[in-house]
Each structure stands twice: as C-alpha cells, then as structure tokens.
C-alpha cells in the first residue's frame, strides 16, 4: 500500500510516468536527482525504505569542488625558468633605474595561502544567483524541514511538492522573496529560512600584462583583485592605473590599483561573472622620485600630474627633508637629460608639471643647515644637541659619570671645529675633567656652531673586562660592561674617531698652509698619527696620545721634522729634547707640520730574567738573576744542593733548545709520514714484508708523535760546583734546573723482549742487562746498542759475547738503548731517518726517565 502512494506521489511529480503501475527506471533516476532532504521526506511520509527503492542511501550532488588557484606543486619547470626570468629582467630594470622599484607590483606576488573556493565569507544581498549555486532552506512550524536544493543547468529548483522553481539570474535577496512567498502558500504554518550553500565556480580571463596569463576558474564571489592575485598579478610593464574590466567584448569598468594602494579604496573593484575578461594594459608614463620621501620608488602618472602629486603618493616628506632646492631630472626636446629645481615651500614649487622619465630628489636638511652641536663617541646620549650662543662643554657634559660611558676616557675629548668661511676644520684639544670640574673656566672651551665634540675610549677600563668572572668587581664595572656591549667601544677608539677627521685635514693642505698632522711612537698609552695640537707643544701631543706610560725616559726624545733646503729639497732633521723640561712646559722646540715624536723606553726597562730551581736544591724555587750571572751563582743563594742529591744526574733544560728539539720533531714526523705513504704505495715488492715495515714505521710515528721536547743541555753540574777551571753556564730566561735524589737502577728501552728498569748492582755488564730484559727481538740491531749515562752523555759499549764481547760495567741512573736495525730489510733512505728519529725518542726519554 505505502508503494502504491510512492507511486502515486512519483507519478504527480514526474507525469513522465504516470500510468505505469511500479515507478519506472525514468521515474527512479528523476527522484534520486531530488535533494537528500527531499527524498528523506518523501520516504518518510509514505514509509518505503529510501535503500530498497535507490539501492544505495544517496546524498545530496553538489558541486565539485574546484580549486580556485593552481597548487605551486603543480608548476612546471618551463613556468618556473619564465619565472626566473622575469625576475632577472625586473632586477636588471631596477639596475638601470638607479635602484629605485616600480610602487605596487609586489602587491599580489605573493603565493596564496589556501586554494579552497570562498565560502566562508558573508554573501550580499544583490549576488546574482546561477547553476551550481545551493539553496539551504530551513521550515519550522507545522513541518520540520532542512533542504538543499542545488540550482540546476535550467536555472530551477526542485522545491518539495510544489515543482520547479526559477532562479537564475535573480539576486540573492529576490530569491529568497520569492522562496518564502511559495513555502507561505504551499505550507500553512509554515515558516522558512533561506541561506546560500555551496556556491559555483566560474571561469574569468586573466589577460594582457599579467605575470600568468590565461583562464582561470575561481569563486562567484571574485572581484578583479581576486583574479589579479590568481594570476600572480602584474608585471612590470603592465598599468596598475587602468587595469579594465571587459564582459561580452564592452568595456565594464576599470580599477585604479593606486586608489586601493594608497587611499584604501576598493569601489572600483568589481565582481566578476562567467567569462570576464580582465584585461591588463602596458604601463603607462613613469616618474621616479628619491631621497627624502617615506616611499621612494618609480610611480605611474595618470593625467597632468605635479609635483605635490607625485610627493603625495611617495607617502610625503619626511622631517629631514630640505624642500626649499627639489632637484628634478628630466629629458629635453633634444633628448639630453637636464636638471631643474624646483621650491616646494612656494605654490608655484608644488604646482609644478612631472613629466615621463623625471627622476625627483629631495635633499636632505643635515647637509644644509647649522644651528647644532654633535657628540660623537663614548657618550650615554651621542647625536646632535640644539646650539645656542654662548653654549660651553659643560652644557652638554654636565657629569662625567651619568654623560659619559664606564669605558669613556675621562681626561682628554676633542673638538673639531668647522670654519663657515671656507668649511676647513680644525681641531682643540679639552682637558674634560677641568672643564667640567670648573664650569666657565679656561678649560670649559665655548663652543660654536656646527661644533663636533669627539669622546674617546679608555682602554684600559675595557681590559678590566676581559678579565674572567670571578676576577671582575660588581657595581661600576658590571655597568661599563653593560655600556660596552650597547655601545660598541671598538668604535670609540682615537684611530677610529679621528680617522675622517686626519683625512680631512690632509684634503685641505695646500702650499703656505701645509697638513696639519703629526705623529708619535714609543712609550705612550695611544701611539698613532694624531691632529696637530692648538699650543704645538710637545706635552700637549703627549696628553693627546694618552700621556707616558713608565717606561718612558725623561732623558731623551726625538723629533724627526720635515723641512726643504734653500734649493727647494726635502730632507729630515733630527731635533734632541729633553723630555723632562718638555713635559714640564720649560722646552723651546715648537711642533711642525708632519713632525714624527719618538718617546724612548728606559732600556732593560722592569726586565726580569728568572731560572727555576727543583729537585734536591736547600731553597727551591724561582730565582731572579742578574745580567751575567751565572749557575753556580745562584745555586750559592740557593743554599747549595741537600745530601741526597745526584748531581751527576742533573737535568739542566733551556726553552730555546726546547724551541729547536721541537722544531726537529716536527720536522721528523713530516719526513716519517712522507715515508710511510712510500712504503704503502710500494706493496709487497721486497719479498712480502711490506706489511711488516708498515706497522714497524707506524709504531715509530707514533712515538714520534707523543714525544714531548726537553730542551736538555748536558752538564758536570759536580764540576760547576767544584771545578773552579770548570766552563762558567751564563743563565737565560727560562732555565731550569732539575736534581734527583741518588738512582738505584737502570734501565733498558729499545728493541728488547721486555723493556723495564733494574735495581744496579755492582759489577753488573751491558749484558748482563740486556739479558735480563730478555735479550734482543728479530728487529733489533745488536752492533749499535748505546748507553745515555745519567749526566745525558752517551757513549758506544765494547763488542758483547753476542757479537764479540761486552762487558763494561755500569753505574746507577745510566740507560742502555737497543736501536732498531735499519739494514735488515733494505737499504732506504727511511730507515736512516727512522734511526735518527729513534736516537732522539731515546735520548729524550732517558733524561725525562732519569729525573
């Protein structure tokens, strides 16, 4: 029964079918095009499962989903070259333009940041309905009811139980009239609400001067800026003034991207329908401003334009700006470029024509006016300060702990003075701490216009803050620090600050007014090449480089001055001062242009030389010793050595034989690694023992490698004691001098079974020794074993019963070495350096073993 009323109700709805008695396949095809909602309605109403009728539950079509912008993923690699080289071209333009950039185009250059269609956004009331759009329809009252009714190719919806309803091309507003006025005569007691769903795609023309040309599908709610920034918006030779707006071949409207740009205004930006056309034309006439604007760049003029027009949409001047001498640059009738200038302070300045290719620039005021004083340096507050007449140091620097840096040095500033007659500069030199000390007085210089007050760095307070944390004081110190990592005192120094100033004055020499520079060198806190001082008074020039440090001699200074002969020909003077009457203001000499001051240092000045002494010493320690004194000397203020002392064993160590052992042993790992990269190149071409050499040499680089140098020189030191015919040992700085306690072994190293010391006993042989290391290995060299006696002497054994007889006895503390043999394999030049490297690896390991 409840089919035979689907069936009916199919029938009223699709009369296609009406007189069949079972729906027909037309019938069931035409409901499951019905909205999800509607067919949920009708099933209910007349009981019949929605499956057994569809086969499958079916939801509501809607449109496909279209991405309004291609995925960057998806560009190819042609696009991506044209990209690249449309950027070259753009950066090439920017070149020849002097720097300056087109204003607005990277406005739509950026990617987009979703490719989803616009649905989120509020829908107005006079947006033109079309297929693809969904109507949600919500009834409440008698019935329940939410529908989705997709508008179809014919411009309908298929509205419940009331057929067709006709709603292309009406607007939004219009429909949902319409809408509710059936639902209030189809439904009593019924109420609807009516909402836009998903809405279409369409697809608009993007052509003419776009970066991307072509077609594109985007959102029915897109605006030309929409479809300007699809298409990855313009180039550079395309308007942004008269971007137009075309539709069946006429001519719409055209947006102004300057309006948007620079006023905010968006009325011009149209919304789009299928099959627009936005066309974009090529750039029209271009003017450049520069300088003093908030927004240099090259604008696009639309009509007469002034200058004022041109300023404005440069976002104006800027409050450095000098506008009373605008410089315009422009193209005459006979293609030369002029300049012209223009006031913009005067009516006539502003109203003044732009024309294609000027270039603008305003100037900037720093370069024009005075009426300041500037602070340059280790200042709290540096910059440019309001000059009033009158005006002293003491006005700007009022304390020299809240004015000044922590790291400012306190006692000398300098001012650099500008003359307005012909903009030559001169330089004064400030006692600072007088000045501000004692306001108005003779050191509280007055300053004038256009005056630079240069303060300069201590270095001395900057060393403090080298120092690790725990050596640091709190307080001061932490805040220098603080003002020296904000500040950048490297750029306070006197080289630094004066080296514009020194250019300066070397520019503005010329004949009968010569440079006026001088130079110092020697025990000064600050060395360099300074401004002439006011005074040209030897002690003025020291206080400018920093005052003596106390090394200097107040005997003699020297200064080597420049002057020509009466034939015109330079030569050099040298001019002997007294330092002390100078520096006491009693000298005579006056300074001259280029005058080179050489400070001499005391000689031998706080020079100390020092020997350490160690081991079995009364007094051991670290000795200060005098310009030729020698060992025995100071062993004497030492006490002289204990009782258990081995002098025979001493090790007496000097740094420069230190230097030179070092030396050597670098020089022998380079060569044994040289040779060991032979060996391995070689392979097995000497009867298969190349692996063996291998590791023999590998091991010998390796000892070569953790030897440490000694720096030994041998000595009797029992003959320095009491020998008086013994040869005298001048100390150096550095010495050392080690005495161990009396040995009681001896020891054995090399190639033996088992290296290791052993308690002396008396009348024990070389071989015995040896034989109690457990005798030579298969690579030792039996006919050249040696001894390195205590004392650091060496010397050759006789012949052992191995090899002919060996039995010369010991003493405590000797060494015996059994070399490597180097003839047992071949006869290459590595193993003579391997020998020699060994002599040294042994011969310093048996003075560090005897200690």
């Known amino acids: 029964m409840n089919l035979k009323k689907l069936l009916l109700a199919l029938a009223i709805l699709f009369p296609l079918a009406a007189g069949a ?5 037309a019938q069931i095809e035409q409901f499951k095009r019905l909205p999800q909602a509607q067919q949920e309605a009708l099933a209910r109403q007349y009981g019949v499962d929605l499956g057994s009728l569809t086969g499958a539950q079916r939801t509501t079509q809607r449109p496909e989903q279209v991405n309004v912008v291609e995925p960057v993923t998806t560009i190819t690699d042609e696009e ?25 185009y990277d406005l739509f250059a950026g990617s987009p940041t979703t490719f989803a269609p616009v649905t989120e956004i509020p829908v107005p009331s006079d947006y033109t309905l079309g297929p693809g759009d969904v109507l949600r329809i919500q009834m409440w009252g008698n019935q329940n009811q939410n529908l989705e009714l997709p508008i179809s190719r014919d411009g309908t919806i298929s509205f419940p139980d009331s057929g067709p309803v006709t709603v292309a091309g009406l607007s939004f507003d219009e429909a949902r009239q319409q809408i509710r006025k059936r639902v209030s005569e189809q439904y009593i007691g019924v109420e609807a609400s009516i909402t836009l769903g998903e809405l279409r795609s369409m697809r608009v023309f993007v052509l003419g001067e776009a970066r991307n040309p072509g077609s594109y599908t985007v959102s029915s709610l897109s605006t030309i800026t929409n479809a300007l920034y699809v298409s990855g918006g313009v180039k550079q030779n395309g308007s942004l003034r008269n971007v137009q707006h075309k539709r069946n071949g006429k001519l719409v409207g055209s947006l102004d991207l300057y309006d948007l740009l620079l006023k905010g205004d968006s009325s011009a930006d149209n919304r789009l329908q299928p099959g627009d056309v936005i066309f974009i034309p090529p750039v029209g006439k271009r003017a450049g ?57 005067a009516q006539q300045g502003q109203n003044a024509r732009v024309q294609a290719g000027d270039r603008v620039r305003i100037p900037s005021i720093s370069d024009i006016t005075g009426q300041y004083v500037e602070v340059k340096g280790a200042a709290t507050r540096a910059g440019k300060f309001a000059w009033m007449p009158g005006m002293r140091v003491s006005s ?129 806190r600050y060395p360099g090449e300074y401004p002439m001082p006011a005074t040209r008074s030897l002690a003025d020039a020291i206080f400018v480089a920093g005052g003596l440090k106390d090394s200097a001699s107040l005997y003699h200074a020297e200064v080597a001055r420049y ?58 320690g670290e000795y200060t010793f005098r310009d030729g004194e020698t060992l025995k000397d100071v062993l004497q203020r030492a ?143 039996e006919s050249r074993v040696y001894v390195v006696k205590a004392d650091g002497s060496v010397t050759l054994p006789q012949r052992s019963r191995w090899f002919g007889g060996r039995s010369q006895q010991l003493e405590p503390g000797d060494t015996i070495i059994m070399p490597i ?31």
Do not use: C
Not at 21 to 25: G, L, N, V, Y
Not at 403 to 421: E, I, S, W
């Open 21 to 25: 008695q079972a729906p027909s396949q």
């Open 80 to 104: 991506r070259d044209r990209a690249r080289e449309q950027r070259e071209q753009e950066d090439k333009q920017t070149t020849k333009n002097g720097g300056l950039k087109p204003y607005g």
């Open 289 to 345: 401003i520069e300088g003093e604007v908030y927004r240099p760049a090259l604008y696009e003029l639309k009509g007469d334009n002034t200058l004022a027009d041109l300023v404005r949409m440069a976002g104006g001047l800027t409050p450095q700006a000098y506008p009373q001498r605008i410089n315009i640059e422009r193209t005459n009738q006979d293609f030369l470029r002029i300049i012209a200038e223009a006031d913009y302070t």
């Open 396 to 524: 700007i620097i009022r304390n020299l702990d809240a004015d000044l840096l922590p790291v400012a040095d306190k006692q000398y500033a300098a001012v650099v003075r500008t003359n307005p007659k012909d903009d030559t500069i001169s330089v004064l030199n400030l006692r600072l701490r007088d000045a501000v000390r004692s306001p108005g007085g003779e050191h509280d210089l007055v300053l004038e216009e256009r005056d630079r007050l240069f303060l300069f760095l201590d270095a001395g307070k900057v060393d403090l803050q080298q120092k690790p944390e725990n050596e640091r004081e709190n307080g001061a110190l932490a805040t220098a620090e603080k003002g020296a990592s904000e500040q950048g005192p490297e750029n306070f120094t006197r080289e630094r600050l004066f080296a514009p100033v020194l250019q300066r004055l070397k520019a503005q020499a010329r004949p009968g007014s010569p440079e006026q520079t001088i130079r110092i060198s020697g025990p000064v």
């Open 563 to 620: 002057s020509t002969d009466e034939q015109g020909i330079g030569q050099t003077n040298i001019l002997n001062i007294d330092l002390a009457d100078a520096m006491a203001g009693n000298s005579q000499v006056t300074l001259q242009s280029r005058d080179r001051i050489l400070i001499k240092s005391i000689p031998e000045f706080a020079t100390t030389r020092t020997i350490t002494l160690a081991g079995e010493v009364r007094y051991p």
């Open 639 to 781: 006490g002289g050595v204990t009782s258990n002392a081995f002098p025979r064993g001493a090790v007496f160590t000097r740094e420069k034989l230190r230097q030179l052992e070092a030396q050597r042993l670098r020089e022998a790992e380079e060569r044994l690694q040289g040779d060991l990269l032979g060996v391995q190149l070689q392979g097995d071409s000497f009867g298969g023992q190349n692996a063996e050499r291998v590791q023999q040499v590998q091991g010998l680089l390796e000892e070569v490698q953790n030897s440490r140098p000694v720096g030994r020189m041998v000595i009797d030191l029992a003959a320095v004691l009491e020998n008086e015919n013994y040869q005298a040992i001048r100390l150096q700085d550095g010495d050392r001098l080690t005495i161990p306690t009396i040995p009681q072994s001896v020891s054995v190293f090399g190639e033996v079974q088992f290296p290791t010391s052993h308690l002396h006993q008396a009348g024990l042989t070389v071989d015995d020794y040896l034989e109690r290391s457990g005798g030579p290995t298969r690579q030792a060299d």
């Open 821 to 851: 043999d180097v003839d047992r394999l071949n006869q290459l030049e590595l193993w003579t350096n391997v020998s020699q490297i060994v002599y040294q690896i042994a011969l310093g390991a048996a003075a560090v073993g005897n200690l």
